[in-house]
Every structure is written in C-alpha cells, then in structure tokens.
C-alpha cells in the first residue's frame, strides 16, 4: 500500500511538472487580456458614461488587473484562495473606510472583483495522455468557451440593468431647505416647483426631515429625476453636521 502511494505521488509529480513554460504564459494571457477587455467593458461603456468619475476609472481597472495576477499566482502556489481573497479584504477594508464610497461604485468593485476571480481560477488546461507515457497539458477549448461565455453573461447583465436604469435614471439628495413655509402638506405642490427651479431636475417625491425654527431651515431628502447623461456622483449625505461648515 505504502508503494502504490509512492507511485501515486511520484507520476503526479511529473504530471504537474508538464506543464511547459510557453503554456504557463500562454495561459496567463489569455487570463490577462480577456480580464483586462471585459473590465474595460464594463467601465468604458457603462460605468465611466455616466459618473465620469476618472478616480474609479484608474481605481477599478488596477485593482482589476491586481486581483487576476495575485489569484493567479496564489492559485499555482500552495496557498488557499480563501487567503487571498481575505488579504484583498483587508486593504479594501483599509482604504475605503476613509471616505463614503457611493453604492453604485461598490456594485461595480464587486462585479470587478468577481469576474477577475472567475478568469483568474477558471481551469483552461487538461491532462492529455495521463495514463500513457507521455502526460502533457493542452489548451481546453470547452473550458476556454465556457469562460467566455460566463465573462458575456456579466456583460449582458450589466448592459441590461444599465439600460433600465437610462429609461429613469433617478437619485436622491438631502437638502438644506430655507423656505420652511413651503413644507406644510397643503403646499407640496409649490415646494416640489421651487426644489425643481432650484436643482434642475424633476423632483419625483420629497420627505420632511428635520425642521430648525431658529434657523428657519430643514432638511428635506429630495427625489428626483436625472437627465440623460447626467449622473450624481456626491451621492447621499445622512448626516446633518455635513451641512454645516
């Protein structure tokens, strides 16, 4: 028994051993590149057209890149991915928590982070010949097709959703409000008409928040209605001591 283990392991030895060096970067650009399209995709084409955020632009496509590299390499080594993706964890965790990061450029660090993930780990080689003489890696077309048609899939979904939100694309916004007499329900309609004359947009709905009577101001979070091409990069504010200076 203890002779057919050592036989088990001598001939997996060799089979890991086959892979040649022209296969190891063969397979580490089709991993690079096709990451590094679909990202590009994604941010070009569907991100970066609405926010015009340049930060997250460079922020998504290195840590893109970042990601499929050190998963790749931890996925080679005898290190678990659960290690790697923690470790990722962390520095996310380091960075981020500085400023409010708005939930639309999370949704896409996410998205970025599970499609390096998925071209960074998928299987692209197979052992041919392995009960033979001669056992070797050959390039899987299956596999290669199926991790093609998983990266579209993430793309058509985001195409898809990104279409919905274009049809009305809406955002919300807290409002520092000095004409508190507008914000008694038997004037809503003139209130709606001012926040829209003042922020340019048509306003959907308005909720009454916090009224000071010595300042003659309250906080209105405001529902509205976004231009085409227009997007709304502050985000929401929920805390009032933002809008004091």
């Not at 996310?92 to 500085?98: D, E």
């Not at 279409?163 to 000095?178: I, P, Q």
């Not at 008694?184 to 709905?205: H, M, S, T």
Request: net charge negative; glycine share 6%; charged share 20%.
């Amino acid at each position: 028994m203890i002779d057919i283990d050592e036989e088990v392991i001598d001939v997996q030895t060799i089979i890991d051993a086959m892979m040649t060096t022209s296969q190891s970067l063969a397979e580490l650009a089709i991993r690079f590149f096709l990451n590094l399209a679909v990202c590009w995709i994604l941010v070009q084409f569907f991100y970066y057209r609405k926010s015009r955020r340049r930060d997250y632009y460079f922020t998504f496509m290195v840590f893109s890149s970042a990601m499929l590299l050190l998963l790749y390499m931890m996925g080679n080594a005898e290190v678990g991915v659960g290690l790697t993706l923690g470790l990722f964890a962390i520095f996310g965790v380091i960075r981020y928590r500085t400023e409010t990061v708005p939930i639309r450029e999370m949704t896409y660090l996410f998205i970025i982070i599970a499609v390096a993930a998925v071209n960074g780990l998928s299987p692209l080689y197979k052992i041919v010949g392995a009960s033979g003489d001669y056992p070797h890696y050959e390039l899987s077309l299956g596999s290669l097709g199926v991790l093609v048609i998983s990266n579209l899939l993430v793309v058509i979904l985001v195409w898809v959703l990104e279409s919905g939100r274009a049809l009305k694309h809406t955002a919300t916004r807290l409002v520092l409000y000095d004409r508190i007499e507008l914000i008694v329900p038997e004037r809503r309609a003139e209130l709606i008409a001012d926040l829209e004359k003042r922020i340019g947009g048509k306003v959907d709905n308005v909720e009454i928040g916090h009224v000071d009577f010595l300042r003659d101001a309250a906080y209105i979070k405001v529902y509205y209605t976004l231009g085409k091409g227009e997007s709304s990069s502050i985000g929401e504010l929920t805390k009032a001591k933002n809008y004091v200076e």
